[in-house]
Structures are given as C-alpha cells and as structure tokens.
C-alpha cells in the first residue's frame, strides 16, 4: 500500500460520514471476489510492490466507539466482514469515510480491497449506538469493549518442525468447540493473519503458550493453510542454546511473498464459479463474551480466566457453506 499524502488522510478523515448499520449496510454493486482475485494476480506479478496482506491503517474510533474506514487512496475501498450470522460488504468512496454501527462486542477480522492493494485488519465491536435525538458523550456507565490481547508473544508454529516466531500482538477471536483439539482457539497475528490454535496462559503472569495449526492470511477469503509460509522465510534459527530465551525474528516482506504465492495458486486452481468462498464454510467467526483486557506482563492473578470465556451465541455461528 503507498502511502497517501497527510493532506489525503487527514481530509478523508474529516470528510462527512457515512452511517452504515453493521447488521444490514447496503446493497453493493461490486463482486468482492473478482476485486479479490484482480488485487492477488497483480500483486504476484509484482511481487516487490507487496507485502503479505498488509494492515489496512486507517481505521479509528469515533466517541461512541464505532468504528470508522475512511479511504485516502486513489481507489475505491470495499470491505469484508463476517457479523451477526453473515459475511458482509461495504464500500468507501475515494476520500470518504464510514462510520459503523456495530453494536455487538467482538473482534472482527476484515479484508480490504483497494484497486491493487489487498490488506487485512480487524475492527472492534461493541459500540454505543446513540439513539435518535441524543447528544453528546456516551452515558457514564457505557464502557467500551476490550478484547483480550497478548502483546510481544512468542508462537509456535506446530506444523512447521515446531518453528517459534516473536510476533507483535495476539488478538482473541472467537472459540470454536467444533473444531479438532488444538485449533479451537481462534486469534489473529498482529491484527492481520487469522490463526486456530491453542492459547494456554501462564498461571504465574509470564507469556502465554501460544501454538498455531493453522492460517488464514485472508480472513474469510483465502483457503486455510497449515502456517508454514508464515515462518519458512524467516532470518536464521537461532543456535540452539538461545533457543529458550529469543524466538526467531519474523521477516515480512519474505514471508509475505510465500503467503501470497500459496493464496495466487490457490485462486489460479479455482476458476470462477468453482470455488466462490470456498474456505468460508470453515472460517471461524465465532465472538466471544466480554471479559477485561489483558496482557501477560501483568500480574497473573486471573490468568486462569484469561482468554478463556469463549462462548458461541446466537449472534455467532459457523457460516452456511455458499
């Protein structure tokens, strides 16, 4: 993604917003799969101008906590995002922005397609929605939802040889009983990579035990894979007697490369009408109830609570296979 002018992000910031109800925003006319597909076959082509899913970077809050996508490129954004029993769309304008009414608490994983730039990010729910008529700030009572983050962890990468990155952050997702042991734990990596797993914390405050069975570098687009392009393209091990104490470091813009070769091959066997969102039957999207935010360097009083309060609702189910 090229950096667009502060001017750029700065007036698509401040433009006026867009109101879109999460539940129920508008009928678009765009194909988001075909959107998809263009961005990944470019993007291949071009491999020095990609970096794996990038982070979609603009996106914040508003005061009512609902968040906010304004589009500062040259391209019309649109977004995809699974909520309240279906995956939906939505569109950015150039240089607008849209507010979300996204009242149910939860991490939702997006992917964001913009001309030939494809990214990936999350946005959080759980928002006050002021109803008509009210001004001013949220009531005193209202807090915002606070997922449960673990900063600075190393992962294990079960299925490539037991390999350890250090990653930025571990976000909790979603629990999904339905899944095979290991992987129902269901998280993203630095708010981009969507992961099923296995998030154990540490009963004394220390990093949790964080091991990975699977990715989705495309959350609910790309086929799941087994994660290791994630790490196959990393610095050198370290030697074996540093193993313990300094995870390997991930190198990006390698791994990037590997994620989008294995996501360009899988859509080149895909012809159209083949596979549509073949992978959604099995993305994870399930939310789970709120619980305090927490980050393993704290004290580990509650860590025995800590990531663990998953629970599907009705809001929250496994996707009907399309």
């Given at each position: 993604?090229?950096?667009?002018?502060?001017?750029?992000?700065?007036?698509?910031?401040?433009?006026?917003?867009?109101?879109?109800?999460?539940?129920?925003?508008?009928?678009?006319?765009?194909?988001?799969?075909?959107?998809?597909?263009?961005?990944?076959?470019?993007?291949?082509?071009?491999?020095?101008?990609?970096?794996?899913?990038?982070?979609?970077?603009?996106?914040?809050?508003?005061?009512?906590?609902?968040?906010?996508?304004?589009?500062?490129?040259a391209s019309?954004?649109?977004?995809?995002?699974?909520?309240?029993?279906?995956?939906?769309?939505?569109?950015?304008?150039?240089?607008?922005?849209?507010?979300?009414?996204?009242?149910?608490?939860?991490?939702?994983?997006?992917?964001?397609?913009?001309?030939?730039?494809?990214?990936?990010?999350?946005?959080?729910?759980?928002?006050?929605?002021?109803?008509?008529?009210?001004?001013?700030?949220?009531?005193?009572?209202?807090?915002?939802?606070?997922?449960?983050?673990?900063?600075?962890?190393?992962?294990?990468?079960?299925?490539?040889?037991g390999q350890?990155?250090?990653?930025?952050?571990?976000?909790?997702?979603?629990?999904?009983?339905?899944?095979?042991?290991?992987?129902?734990?269901?998280?993203?990596?630095?708010?981009?990579?969507?992961?099923?797993?296995?998030?154990?914390?540490?009963?004394?405050?220390?990093?949790?035990?964080?091991?990975?069975?699977?990715?989705?570098?495309?959350?609910?687009?790309?086929?799941?894979?087994?994660?290791?392009?994630?790490?196959?393209?990393?610095?050198?091990?370290?030697?074996?007697?540093?193993?313990?104490?300094?995870?390997?470091?991930?190198?990006?813009?390698?791994?990037?490369?590997?994620?989008?070769?294995?996501?360009?091959?899988?859509?080149?066997?895909?012809?159209?009408?083949?596979?549509?969102?073949?992978?959604?039957?099995?993305?994870?999207?399930?939310?789970?109830?709120?619980?305090?935010?927490?980050?393993?360097?704290?004290d580990g009083?509650?860590?025995?609570?800590?990531?663990?309060?998953?629970?599907?609702?009705?809001?929250?189910?496994?996707?009907?296979?399309?």
């Amino acid at each position: 993604m090229e950096a667009s002018s502060h001017e750029a992000v700065e007036a698509a910031r401040t433009a006026p917003p867009n109101k879109v109800d999460a539940m129920s925003p508008p009928p678009v006319r765009v194909d988001f799969r075909d959107r998809t597909e263009h961005a990944i076959r470019v993007n291949v082509d071009h491999d020095e101008s990609f970096v794996r899913p990038r982070h979609w970077d603009y996106i914040d809050y508003d005061e009512y906590h609902r968040p906010r996508f304004f589009n500062p490129t040259a391209s019309e954004m649109s977004f995809r995002y699974f909520y309240g029993g279906d995956y939906r769309t939505v569109v950015v304008p150039v240089g607008g922005n849209v507010v979300l009414d996204a009242a149910i608490a939860g991490v939702y994983p997006i992917t964001v397609v913009a001309g030939d730039v494809i990214s990936a990010a999350t946005f959080i729910g759980g928002a006050f929605i002021p109803p008509d008529g009210w001004v001013g700030p949220p009531p005193d009572d209202w807090a915002p939802y606070q997922p449960v983050v673990y900063d600075s962890v190393p992962v294990d990468f079960v299925n490539a040889d037991g390999q350890t990155a250090l990653v930025d952050r571990v976000t909790m997702v979603g629990h999904d009983d339905s899944l095979p042991q290991g992987q129902r734990d269901v998280f993203t990596i630095n708010d981009s990579t969507l992961a099923r797993g296995q998030v154990t914390p540490a009963p004394d405050g220390g990093p949790p035990q964080v091991k990975v069975q699977q990715t989705q570098p495309l959350p609910g687009v790309s086929p799941w894979n087994d994660g290791k392009q994630y790490v196959n393209t990393q610095v050198t091990p370290l030697a074996a007697s540093h193993r313990n104490l300094v995870p390997w470091i991930i190198c990006g813009l390698a791994a990037v490369l590997a994620a989008l070769s294995g996501i360009a091959a899988w859509v080149w066997k895909h012809p159209r009408g083949a596979h549509g969102y073949a992978a959604t039957a099995n993305a994870p999207t399930e939310t789970f109830d709120p619980i305090p935010p927490t980050n393993w360097m704290y004290d580990g009083a509650d860590a025995d609570r800590t990531g663990r309060a998953w629970s599907e609702t009705a809001n929250w189910r496994r996707p009907p296979a399309s």
